[in-house]
């Protein structure tokens, strides 16, 4: 079987190089492009399994990048870029773009990341209709009869929980903002009920992830978002302490400084 392609958008040269190189350790194959219109080129005639796109492209913003792909296509976009303000990774993942990793950033993460993205794309990939029943670790949505169960246990879950869930499940390993949550499940784009969506999000953790040893399914991108995360059978992502938040930061040792 093919490796996966990787297609790296990215106009600053040493950035690429790094990048390619980080890809080519692991045996992935990609493709490289220096600017907007010929990283498009390339996702149009070669149809990779990945995007890495920076957003600072000499002909154009990345986020207009992203907006063009998704008129034709879900591959899976991850940016890379070192815009580290929340309004810019909103706007980039409310785009279409998958993920988000800031630059300066370690070539593990950038693996970790690429892994888990690929993860989401093979079991996609393996549905050839959506599945009636959703497993993640301990985790059972069984979406026809609309019951959820952890350890075997059935759990009593809010209407609001449960669309919650659901909405997370069918997106897993892929960053949800908080606009677009509350738009699929609330129909609501308005600021002031994001409080109301951590409130339900926080009963909703304390229920998936109760008692000691409890797998973490839900991660917190401090003033962006949710993501579910894939729990893997040796996986050691064990769940948080109660209450606390965690989101996804780059590794300053051994990063690389662009």
Excluded at 13 to 25: E, P, Y
Aim: glycine share 6%.
């Amino acid at each position: 079987m093919n490796q996966p392609l990787i297609l790296i958008v990215e106009d600053d040269k040493a950035v690429r190089n790094l990048i390619a190189a980080t890809l080519d350790t692991q045996d992935y194959r990609y493709l490289t492009a220096g600017t907007g219109e010929q990283g498009l080129q390339e996702a149009t005639l070669r149809q990779p399994d990945i995007v890495l796109l920076d957003l600072g492209l000499p002909d154009g913003d990345g986020v207009s990048i992203i907006r063009r792909i998704r008129t034709w296509s879900l591959m899976p976009i991850i940016v890379i870029s070192a815009r580290s303000e929340d309004r810019d990774k909103i706007e980039a993942l409310d785009a279409g773009a998958d993920d988000y990793l800031t630059k300066p950033f370690s070539v593990e993460e950038l693996l970790a990341r690429v892994r888990v993205t690929l993860r989401r794309l093979r079991y996609i990939q393996n549905q050839n209709a959506e599945s009636p029943v959703f497993t993640n670790g301990e985790l059972t949505v069984d979406y026809s009869s609309g019951c959820v169960y952890l350890r075997g246990q059935e759990l009593h879950l809010t209407p609001s929980e449960y669309k919650l869930l659901c909405l997370l499940a069918r997106n897993v390993g892929k960053v949800l903002t908080h606009t677009a949550i509350l738009k699929e499940i609330w129909g609501s784009t308005l600021d002031s009920d994001v409080a109301s969506l951590r409130v339900f999000m926080t009963t909703l953790r304390k229920k998936l992830e109760k008692g000691p040893g409890s797998f973490q399914y839900i991660q917190t991108h401090v003033g962006v978002g949710y993501r579910m995360l894939r729990v893997e059978p040796s996986d050691e992502n064990r769940k948080a302490a109660p209450g606390e938040e965690t989101h996804d930061a780059a590794n300053q040792n051994g990063s690389f400084q662009p």
